[in-house]
């Protein structure tokens, strides 16, 4: 099931499955419009918003529909 939109917001830690690998990241903002990425269109809108993330191992930005993520809970006290 996914999460809805409410349930991730700016900083909280995340993971998803790419290319068969675990990636850990955090989220930085939340894309809400067509916007053009390092190399691909990013086909956001306010009804399928995307989430600009920051990975953790590579420090490189992704930017990710919110279905396939699940929070970590990395980071909290």
Do not use: F, I, N, Y
Not at 7 to 23: F, M
Not at 45 to 69: C, F, I, N, Y
Request: without cysteine; glycine residues 8%; proline residues 3%.
């Amino acid at each position: 099931m996914a999460k809805s939109r409410k349930d991730l917001s700016h900083e909280d830690d995340v993971s998803w499955q790419s290319h068969g690998r675990d990636v850990g990241g955090t989220v930085m903002r939340e894309v809400d419009e067509r916007a053009e990425a390092t190399d691909r269109t990013v086909d956001a809108s306010k009804e399928e918003p995307h989430d600009k993330l920051k990975k953790d191992r590579t420090g490189q930005q992704a930017d990710l529909r919110q279905e396939p993520m699940s929070r970590t809970g990395r980071g909290e006290s």
